[in-house]
T-cell receptor, first 113, second 113 residues
Framework: SQTIHQWPATLVQPVGSPLSLECTVE??????LYWYRQAAGRGLQLLFY??????ISSEVPQNLSASRPQDRQFILSSKKLLLSDSGFYLC????????????FGEGSRLTVL | TQLLEQSPQFLSIQEGENLTVYCNSS?????LQWYRQEPGEGPVLLVT?????EVKKLKRLTFQFGDARKDSSLHITAAQPGDTGLYLC?????????????FGKGTLLTVNP
């Protein structure tokens, strides 16, 4: 069966510090991978998605970047965090086919102080 | 940019009542999904609708996809406290790449015992 894990679960960082959130998927190959951010328990904003190794599409210009160094690994990074980067970050994967379901990780709660 | 508007944003009802939440867009989607999310967790898929006019039932939940594939509704009959959560609709882009899912801002449902 397929599983998805992301870490850390909770992170408190000062403004200006770097960030690295990791996400790995097991049990499938060549998944589509996604990073979403959710503010205040509401809608999900798509940040990045990837359809293959090294292929990253950015949806919103911002202080964050993403990388996919391996087929089932997706990393969200920042060199210098801003207060506005606080939120609940969700990694997800999906089969590369029509109408596929998104499978989400447990989420990472980031607080920037 | 395709937008999904969900209404109402918040809904608080008593156990046993019926309710309907809506998901509307000016854009056509190739498919639409409904997710339910509990606090501190990732969303979980409830249903995917693909054909205009399609109706799907999942126990006490009834999902409908509009004829023009621009809108959808979720009806819950005899709501129970276990139905409490954030309900999110998500549309897959119509035409071209189907990789992106656009989420609405969600309806936060509270069912009081």
């Amino acid at each position: 069966s397929q599983t998805i894990h992301q870490w850390p679960a909770t992170l408190v960082q000062p403004v200006g510090s770097p960030l690295s959130l990791e996400c790995t998927v097991e049990g499938t190959s060549n998944p589509n991978l996604y990073w979403y951010r959710q503010a205040a328990g509401r809608g999900l904003q798509l940040l990045f998605y990837s359809v293959g190794i090294g292929q990253i599409s950015s949806e919103v210009p911002q202080n964050l970047s993403a990388s996919r160094p391996q087929d089932r690994q997706f990393i969200l990074s920042s060199k210098k965090l801003l207060l506005s980067d606080s939120g609940f970050y969700l990694c997800a994967w999906r089969y590369g086919r029509l109408f596929g379901e998104l499978f989400f990780g447990e989420g990472s709660r980031l607080t920037v102080l | 940019t395709q937008l999904l508007e969900q209404s109402p944003q918040f809904l608080s009802i008593q156990e046993g009542e019926n309710l309907t939440v809506y998901c509307n867009s000016s854009s056509v989607f190739s498919s639409l999904q409904w997710y339910r999310q509990e606090p501190g967790e990732g969303p979980v898929l409830l249903v995917t609708v693909v054909t205009g006019g399609e109706v799907k039932k999942l126990k006490r939940l009834t999902f409908q996809f509009g004829d023009a594939r621009k809108d959808s509704s979720l009806h819950i009959t005899a709501a129970q406290p276990g139905d409490t959560g954030l309900y999110l609709c998500a549309g897959a882009s119509s035409g071209g790449s189907n990789y992106k899912l656009t989420f609405g801002k969600g309806t936060l449902l509270t069912v009081n015992p």
